[in-house]
């Protein structure tokens, strides 16, 4: 007799698609991130894709491991259904954030935000 698989629970889903974020805002491979919490990288796909839950336990050493609270991970009720949510950054904004956070000194930081926030007020505007 076949058993058909449990569903996936948005809850779980939600958590993964917060742990995938982080990991990609970290520039780390499922492999790099699986070692540093002991486990394989198909767990920590199966994790991210909400096929699989994250015990507390390994919830717990994820907040140290990626330097985040626990609330990190949930979202109030009306945002769990993370087929119809949008990613918090899709990869070009992260890596944006990442290259900004690179630059060297205070100076050169203020001019590409304000390079940035032209650019988008040109784009708001419909001028490019």
Known sequence: MKQTPKPIDPIDCQIGERLRQKRNYLNLSQTELGQKLGVSRIKIGQYESGARSIPASQLLKLTQI???NITFFFHSSDELDSENSEPLLNKDAINL???????????????????MERTAQLLQNKII
């Open 97 to 115: 954030i990442r290259d900004f956070e690179n630059l060297d000194g205070p100076d050169v930081k203020k001019a590409f935000a304000d390079v």
């Open 66 to 68: 990626l330097n985040v």
